[in-house]
């Protein structure tokens, strides 16, 4: 890995400091930094937020935060940690910028005129516009990385109304449209497993492979964030986001390096070829006593589960399933690529070997892991085909040291490679290929909470059905 610990002064702000994904996600992933030397040398951490609290009173927040979620401040350097969180409040728009120029003109005498700034928005993209219009009102734009959370977006009209205010303040290579799916270890090991190996490489095609799951199930209910999840629902929380750029990892050609540029091109230019979902191919569901929640209206018709079934126009995946799933209250906790291979066309076991025998599994949660399932003989006196299956976790690798999503593309910013990052050609396509179900969605259906979702979804998987659940 390149060691942002060589970069210059650096500050930080980070818009939303006190809010929920600051303090699940972003935080602990700087304290991780701070772990494993990844800052710079001289760098300041400035929380911002409407709130008007002392350094003090925040650093204190920030410690009950990592205790909460980790890693706790007893398990890393703490003293040296906090001694560069700074916070500014009285938020921060075009109008009013609180007291955080105050706070950075503090932060430049202190580690010089040469200073980086990080701009990180943790906060809703319904307030994406007003902070990007303040950093060019304020003349914290030029020069600047600015890091906007997921979804970029809220519909295509507003995905477009935004990424027009943002390139009216930044240039494109300013911009760090974070989804951190594409940080994971496993989902890096995609590019791996295929570019890598030669068992793989020549066989990433439709002649080889029938279909494609991406599968990623959670028990968590929406208790924490009931109005934000409301208003978004599992469509615009995960497939716009996180599993289509998984399925653009998977489907895409083969970059002409893996310098950043060209990996963002390969990615951006295979969701160009995802078709439009059709309603035949979408399955929306609501978990049982969803709208029982506090902050749910009780007739809401939000989606807290989807199942579809992606089609690629190009030439290597043209009639090739993707099936992407995901819901909150399902059976299980998962997030798993699964790469269903074909069976023999012919040859003396075609007959005999089960249709689902090769199957390359990535799993994309913690450190990751590979698993590959394959036809073996039966162990005995006869000779009986069955499958076996070898594991690899990614953390027994030698010298592995895997790190945290978010971990990594925050050392990427520093950096400033924008290779996980999505561009704004990508997202409008993404947004094209789920403007139909926007506009005419399926009927919302109940599922039981616990269960694998509606039963029209087993249905979209068919002849293999699931691999999760079965």
Do not use: C
Request: a negative charge.
């Amino acid at each position: 890995m390149e060691d942002s610990s060589e970069a210059g002064p650096t500050v930080f702000v980070l818009f939303g400091a006190t809010g929920d994904l600051a303090k699940r996600m972003v935080i602990p992933a700087f304290f991780e930094l701070a772990k494993h030397d990844l800052l710079p040398k001289k760098w300041l951490l400035v929380g911002n937020g409407r709130g008007d609290v002392s350094h003090e009173d925040f650093r204190e927040h920030v410690s009950e935060v990592l205790t909460e979620f980790g890693p706790k401040p007893e398990e890393g350097p703490w003293e040296e940690f906090s001694a560069h969180l700074r916070f500014a409040g009285g938020g921060f728009k075009k109008s009013d910028p609180g007291s955080l120029l105050d706070v950075l003109a503090d932060a430049k005498d202190e580690l010089g005129d040469n200073v980086q700034f990080i701009h990180y928005l943790a906060i809703p993209p319904t307030a994406f516009i007003t902070v990007t219009e303040g950093l060019g009102e304020h003349d914290l734009a030029e020069g600047s990385r600015v890091v906007y959370e997921k979804p970029f977006g809220t519909s295509p009209a507003n995905f477009r109304e935004l990424d027009a205010a943002v390139h009216r303040v930044l240039e494109e290579h300013q911009v760090f449209r974070i989804d951190h799916f594409l940080g994971k270890e496993g989902t890096q090991n995609l590019h791996a497993l295929r570019f890598g190996n030669g068992l793989f490489d020549t066989a990433w095609d439709r002649d080889h492979i029938r279909a494609v799951q991406i599968d990623i199930p959670e028990t968590l209910d929406i208790d924490d964030r009931a109005e934000f999840y409301d208003e978004t629902g599992a469509l615009l929380d995960m497939i716009v986001t996180h599993l289509f750029q998984v399925a653009a990892e998977i489907a895409m050609e083969p970059p002409l390096s893996m310098k950043p540029d060209d990996l963002q091109s390969a990615r951006e230019s295979v969701i160009a070829a995802f078709r439009p979902l059709s309603r035949e191919d979408v399955v929306l569901g609501q978990f049982e006593g969803y709208t029982d929640t506090q902050g749910v209206a009780a007739d809401s018709t939000t989606d807290t589960f989807v199942a579809a079934r992606l089609w690629i126009d190009t030439d290597r995946w043209r009639g090739v399933p993707f099936l992407l799933r995901t819901g909150k209250q399902l059976a299980k906790d998962a997030q798993q690529v699964s790469i269903i291979f074909r069976k023999p066309a012919d040859g003396p076991l075609s007959h005999d070997a089960p249709v689902v025998g090769n199957v390359l599994t990535v799993t994309l949660a913690g450190s990751g892991a590979i698993d590959l399932r394959m036809v073996v003989k039966e162990p005995g006196a006869g000779f009986e085909l069955a499958t076996g299956t070898t594991a690899l976790p990614l953390s027994e690798v030698t010298d592995a040291d895997p790190l945290p999503p978010y971990v990594k593309l925050i050392n990427d910013v520093v950096l400033g490679d924008r290779s996980l990052y999505t561009r704004p050609d990508g997202l409008g396509h993404a947004w094209e290929a789920i403007a139909p179900i926007l506009q005419n969605p399926p009927t919302v259906v109940p599922y039981p909470r616990g269960s694998w979702g509606p039963d029209a979804a087993a249905q979209l998987a068919e002849p293999d059905g699931w691999l999760l659940g079965q």
